[in-house]
């Protein structure tokens, strides 16, 4: 989880090789009006997220519901959403939180040319991002490193979890 340009995708698609799992791409699961909505510019509304949110948690109820473990990406930006998405899986949740600066996170969104996030929605990200360090079941790791660092610095915090 993070906000855009954290390299989630990358990381969680590391994640899941690396446990020999299921990747999810929570950006995937957005509804159409969300997707328009960001790529002119416009930040979303917690109204915009529930929906996603909760089609987030079905999918992870439903793989641990028959025992399977996934890796999603999603930004999880704020306490309620991860609580959400807690309540929504129905059994054990982790969080990677992926953690940089502005000026590393707006260097990578500028570098990018395929996603829809625009770079001038960084800033709204930011705000609304409440930082989840120190919650129950969140693992965070900075993000001034290569993927494969980030993901083996990410596998050894969830290995501590338990």
């Known amino acids: 989880m993070g906000v855009s340009g954290s390299g989630k995708s990358s990381v969680a698609e590391g994640l899941a090789?690396?446990?020999?799992?299921?990747f999810i791409e929570g950006d995937s699961l957005h509804p159409a009006g969300n997707v328009e909505k960001m790529s002119r510019g416009i930040p979303l509304t917690d109204e915009?997220?529930?929906?996603?949110?909760?089609?987030i948690g079905r999918a992870l109820a439903e793989s641990l519901g028959a025992g399977k473990t996934v890796v999603v990406s999603c930004s999880a930006l704020k306490g309620a959403y991860r609580d959400r998405l807690r309540r929504a899986a129905g059994g054990p949740l982790a969080f990677v939180f992926l953690k940089g600066s502005r000026d590393l996170l707006m260097t990578r969104m500028a570098a990018r040319h395929d996603h829809f996030m625009p770079a001038s929605l960084l800033d709204s990200q930011l705000a609304t991002l409440e930082d989840p360090s120190g919650e129950p079941g969140v693992v965070t790791?900075?993000?001034?490193a290569s993927?494969?660092?980030i993901?083996?610095?990410?596998?050894?915090?969830?290995?501590?979890?338990?």
Do not use: C, E, F, S
Request: proline residues 3%; charged residues 20%; without cysteine.
């Open 147 to 149: 993927v494969a660092a």
């Open 141 to 144: 790791v900075g993000i001034d």
């Open 151 to 162: 993901v083996a610095a990410a596998l050894d915090g969830l290995k501590a979890l338990g």
């Open 17 to 22: 090789a690396a446990l020999g799992v299921a």
């Open 48 to 55: 915009d997220r529930w929906p996603w949110l909760d089609t």
